[in-house]
Structures are given as C-alpha cells and as structure tokens.
C-alpha cells in the first residue's frame, strides 16, 4: 500500500474535498427551522458521512487486488499450495477493514485539526472508527464475491459509481427530514443512511450504545449477506480449479 499511493490516496483525498466544498457552501442549513442538529456546524454534521464515503471507496481495494491475482495466475500458484482455503477470503476481508481503520483514523484526525467537534469525544471517534471499517469490510465482502465470480478487476472497478449513488442518495450531505419527492423516499430507505444516522448520533449527541449498536446490527447484517455470498463464490472457484 505504500508502495502504490494511486491505491488509496483518491478514497482520501475526495472526501476531504467535498467536505470543504459543502462545508462551505452549505454553512449557513444548520439555521434553516427544521434542521435536526441546532447549534452544530455544517461540518459537524458532514463528519460521519465524510469517513464512511472514504472507507466505501476504500474498500474496493481488497477485491481489486484479488482480481489481479486471479487475473495473473497468482491465485492458481496459490491453490496448489498447501494453504489454507479460508484464509484466502479472511485475509481480503481483514485487509478491508483493518484498512478502512485506517482511513477513518487519518479522516477524523484531519476534521478535528479543521475544527470538527465530536460531543462524545473519544468513545465516539472510537465508535465511530469501528462501525466505519466493519462497514468496509461488509461492502468489501460483496466486491470480493465480484471478483471471485468473474475474476476481472474491470468488472470489479466498474461498481464505484453504483457506491457513489449510494453514498448521495442518504443522509449523507443532507437530513432526511428536509427532503421531499422520491429522492426523499428513496433516501429514507436507504440502509446507509440508517448507518449514517446512527453514527452522526454518536459524533454529534455524544456516545450513544443504542446507536451504536444500531448502527453495528445494520453493517453486521449486510456482512453476514456479502460474506455467505462471498463463501460461496469461493466454493465455485475452488471447485473449478480442483
């Protein structure tokens, strides 16, 4: 990863923009009547949704690299090793959320030195490092069943936007109680930003263990989905390579 910053350094760098774009532009909502969060800033309330966009798009790496392997014929050289089966997919989903640990950190750190304020301190920015990298991890484990499936990097890559439609089709960038139409339907629906809400609960009302654990249950859930859809793709490919 240090080796190849093109990797990693645009799911850190993006966020960071559009955060000081919204920050700035969209200062003056936290006074409109019925915004839900009186008395924090713009960029308060963009925190959580800024760290899970960076991890989202970070979480895409695990699987890439497991398509260059299979793309490269390094994941054959490793099936004839005598490796183990599991460790193959538990390595890729422990790189996505020990790297989505990592980004989440560097973000924090970055809007705190630009003036962001987390009401629960500490407790909250942890909180809100682990439900960021284990939602890496869950995203990560469809990405990975992807490149199990199709074993195409392209393939693999060419999913982004439908993360980005996700990621502003939430709460991300706007509260939910002032949208209307099906963009406000749509949003409210949104599993992310049931995991949005929680989260900014914790940054911006102070550590919370129902939201927390909201928030954990949500990402849980969609893990369990993408990691049983993951086993069995590698079941599929194991079966024939055998």
Known sequence: MVRQPQSWAPSLFFP???AAVYSSQFSKAVNLPDFPYPDISFLDFILPACVIQGVLFGSTNSATDLAGDIENSFMDRLLSSPVSRPSILVARLASAFVYGLFQATILITIFYIFGADLA??????LALMFVTSLLSMAVGSFLIAV???TGSQEVV??????????IFISSAFFPVELMEGWYGAIAKWNP??????????LTVEGFSWANFIKAVGIVTAIAVIGVTIAI?????RLAAAS
């Open 16 to 18: 960071l923009l559009l």
């Open 120 to 125: 629960g301190g500490v407790p909250s920015a």
């Open 147 to 149: 490149a199990l499936r």
């Open 157 to 166: 890559n060419s999913l982004f936007p439908l993360i980005f439609v996700f």
């Open 192 to 201: 992310l930003t049931w995991v949005i809400d929680w989260t900014r609960g």
């Open 232 to 236: 069995g793709q590698l079941k599929k």
